[in-house]
């Protein structure tokens, strides 16, 4: 089944120790998202990349940076998380400005 | 950010009830779509619409995209247990990528 993909499921850092999420697509969509979502919260926009274009929201911190070295993989990197970085972090692709599918996510916990 | 409004914000049912919620908004939309989150889990596109007064079903979930296109309801037939969960409108301009999230309706089934 054609699918979004995140690693790890689960993810423990120090506060400061630099982390890195993954996220793979099967679906071939040329439109992949980072957002971050707290406690039942809607899910918040990160930034994106079309194509290979990124696209970083105003409000997203600098501590927040993406890599997408081709289609199907895209990363985020968080520098020197703090407590406040603690979430989960989801990822999700679209083709062009379809409907985005979302994955699993990754639930980050700093210590 | 911009947000829907999203109604209720929780709901408190029996097993097989039926479940109504909606979204509104002061800016029209293009697309409507209907997400369903699990615990701990990525959101899942349950319905998208695309037109407006367009009527769509999907199993037991019936939404549809309001006349004037600021606005959306989902209902849920019959509910039974997997029900639960918390469910979030977004709308979305089809030029743009960007989704516009409601606050999330949380559905729980009394035992």
């Known amino acids: 089944d054609a699918m979004v993909i995140q690693n790890p499921r689960y993810q423990v850092t120090q506060f400061g120790k630099p982390v890195t999420l993954s996220c793979s697509q099967t679906l071939n969509h040329n439109v992949m998202y980072w957002y971050q979502q707290k406690s039942s919260q809607a899910p918040k926009l990160l930034f994106h990349y079309y194509d290979k274009d990124f696209n970083n929201e105003a409000d997203t911190p600098d501590n927040f940076q993406s890599r997408r070295p081709n289609t199907s993989f895209c990363f985020l990197d968080i520098r020197s998380p703090g407590l406040g970085d603690a979430a989960m972090y989801l990822c999700?692709?679209?083709?062009?400005?379809?409907?985005?599918?979302f994955g699993p996510g990754t639930r980050l916990t700093v210590l | 950010g911009q947000q829907l409004n999203q109604s209720p914000q929780s709901m408190f049912i029996q097993e097989g009830e039926d479940v109504s919620m909606n979204c509104t908004s002061s800016?029209?939309?293009?697309?409507w779509l209907w997400y369903k989150q699990d615990p701990g889990e990525g959101p899942v596109l349950l319905i998208a619409?695309?037109?407006a007064g367009e009527l769509t079903s999907n199993g037991r979930l019936t939404a549809q995209f309001g006349i004037t296109r600021k606005d959306s309801f989902l209902n849920i037939s019959a509910s039974i247990p997997s029900d639960v969960g918390i469910y979030f409108c977004?709308?979305?301009?089809?030029?743009?990528?960007?989704?516009?999230w409601g606050a999330g309706t949380k559905l729980i089934i009394k035992p």
């Open positions: 619409l695309y037109k």
């Open positions: 977004a709308g979305q301009l089809r030029s743009n990528y960007q989704l516009i």
């Open positions: 999700a692709t679209s083709r062009d400005n379809d409907e985005q599918f």
């Open positions: 800016s029209i939309f293009n697309t």
